[in-house]
T-cell receptor, first 113, second 117 residues
Framework: EDKVVQSPLSLVVHEGDTVTLNCSYE??????LLWYKQEKKAPTFLFML????IEKKSGRLSSILDKKELFSILNITATQTGDSAIYLC?????????????FGKGTKLSVKP | GAVVSQHPSWVICKSGTSVKIECRSL??????MFWYRQFPKQSLMLMAT?????????EQGVEKDKFLINHASLTLSTLTVTSAHPEDSSFYIC?????????????FGSGTQLSVL
């Protein structure tokens, strides 16, 4: 059975800290891995990763994929209170519905002032 | 950026009634929209794929007669939970893919929390 596991499930840090969120997966016919930020219920797209070893970067956020070890990490440097959210990792297998993303349960990040 | 509006954001209803949830793409056209359900402490799970002008495609285990989907235009899909029961209480969220864009880059609505009494 396909599955996506995120860790930790929750994390509390202080402003300025650097955090690393983990996502491992077991998915047949992997196509891509996506990270979303979910605050106030609406997930917003962060990154899509398809190739191993190529870092995607957007401001203080970066992510990388390891297709051999079947995991991805999302790094946030110099965290701010506005980074507080649930971060979702999802894997898109080849074939099936275009919306068939296999989601992890998310990591709830709380950044304290 | 692409915006998806979902309404209502929360609804409480009596058992046996039907509830309609709307999902609109505000600044783009979406041939395909998707409906998900999330139970507490569980992952988002795809329920069905809504196709403009044709029948929806349901995932295994999702009752098509209970969860009616209509995608009458390129910007609107609706999900109707018919004869709702307490076990249907959940968080329902839609997503849409702008026509012509990368298949995986979905834009999500803000979700609807349904509570059936």
């Amino acid at each position: 059975e396909d599955k996506v596991v995120q860790s930790p499930l929750s994390l509390v840090v202080h402003e300025g800290d650097t955090v690393t969120l983990n996502c491992s997966y077991e998915v047949t016919n992997f196509r891509s891995l996506l990270w979303y930020k979910q605050e106030k219920k609406a997930p917003t797209f962060l990154f899509m990763l398809t190739s191993s070893g190529i870092e995607k970067k957007s401001g203080r956020l970066s992510s990388i994929l390891d297709k051999k070890e079947l995991f991805s990490i999302l790094n946030i440097t110099a965290t701010q209170t506005g980074d507080s959210a649930i971060y979702l990792c999802a894997v898109k297998p080849r074939g099936g519905s275009q919306g068939n993303l296999i989601f992890g349960k998310g990591t709830k990040l709380s950044v304290k002032p | 950026g692409a915006v998806v509006s979902q309404h209502p954001s929360w609804v409480i209803c009596k058992s046996g009634t039907s509830v309609k949830i709307e999902c609109r793409s505000l600044d783009f056209q979406a041939t395909t929209m998707f409906w998900y359900r999330q139970f507490p402490k569980q992952s988002l799970m795809l329920m069905a794929t809504s196709n403009e002008g044709s029948k929806a495609t349901y995932e295994q285990g999702v009752e098509k007669d209970k969860f009616l989907i209509n995608h009458a235009s390129l910007t609107l899909s609706t999900l109707t939970v018919t004869s709702a029961h307490p076990e249907d209480s959940s968080f329902y969220i839609c997503s849409a893919r702008p026509t012509g864009s990368q298949a995986e880059k979905l834009f999500f609505g803000s979700g609807t929390q349904l509570s059936v009494l």
